[in-house]
């Protein structure tokens, strides 16, 4: 296989991963909105948050089947939350999670200098712990 072929792909799957990211983010503010069915609701509410629970129905760590409850479970639970949202609020939504993608992408260096302080602060802390606990 060549380079390109596996550029392509990679750039494929992240595409994927970042449109799953603005689905699910899309789902949240749907579930916020009135105008959305309660059915709609409580399967947006079921999806959003098996999408962040860190607990998934098959462990992450079986090989090959831990990651299908991800890859199929999850566009199976958008794909029918978006069926049961009115079109236009859908839309909305989805337009609204992608410009906070944008927003959070040009945010990331940013994001990066918070990091880099925190992991600072925190060696810092670690080498003021061990220098007092030693001497």
């Given amino acids: 296989m060549s380079g390109v072929d596996d550029g392509m792909s990679l ?17 949240y503010l749907a579930g916020r909105d009135p105008r959305v069915p309660i059915v709609a609701k409580i399967i947006v509410v079921t999806v959003v948050a098996y999408a962040l629970s860190p607990i998934d129905l098959v462990p992450d760590f079986i090989p090959v089947v831990g990651y299908l409850d991800d890859l199929l479970l999850l566009p199976l639970g958008i794909w029918v939350a978006v069926r049961l949202i009115p079109d236009e609020v859908w839309l909305e939504c989805r337009l609204r999670a992608k410009r ?36």
């Fill in 11 to 27: 750039r494929s799957w992240k595409n994927w991963a970042d449109t799953l990211l603005e689905n699910t983010y899309g789902l």
């Fill in 100 to 135: 906070t993608q944008i927003d959070m992408r040009s945010n990331r260096a940013a994001a990066m200098v918070i990091v880099l302080v925190w992991v600072l602060v925190a060696l810092t802390v670690s080498m003021w712990l061990y220098e007092s606990l030693l001497h």
